[in-house]
């Protein structure tokens, strides 16, 4: 069984800041890829950030320059610095985890809850 808390989410005005938490537990051998996605209303969800075991980052062209991604691995935590955000940036943001729970085992996908973020503008 596996946990994924979300967590940061809320209402900022334009140019404003959040920073997204998404903390997984439970029967965790290894985490591979993190990912943050997002969906507005009427949208496909789409992926805005992603970080590897080793801290390779890869970013969507929207968000580029303004969310940094980063993780804990000690704490099978990973982060979504939002800056300069702006109403285009309103959706229910996602993270999702690529993990083993043992060794040998294939890796599987795990999603959270979601977490609403709101810009004014």
């Known amino acids: 069984q596996v946990q994924l808390v979300e967590s940061g989410g809320g209402l900022v005005q334009a140019g404003g800041s959040l920073r997204l938490s998404c903390a997984a537990s439970?029967?965790?051998?290894?985490?591979?890829?993190m990912n943050w996605y997002r969906q507005a209303p009427g949208n496909q969800r789409e992926l805005v950030a992603a970080?590897?075991?080793?801290?390779?980052?890869n970013y969507a062209d929207s968000v580029k320059g303004r969310f940094t991604v980063s993780r804990d691995n000690a704490k099978n935590t990973v982060y979504l610095q939002m800056n300069s955000l702006k109403p285009e940036d309103t959706a229910v943001y996602y993270c999702k985890i690529s993990y083993k729970e043992r060794l040998f085992s294939t890796f599987r996908d795990y999603w959270g809850q979601g977490t609403q973020v709101t810009v004014s503008s």
């Open positions: 970080i590897t075991s080793g801290g390779s980052t």
């Open positions: 439970g029967s965790i051998f290894n985490i591979a890829a």
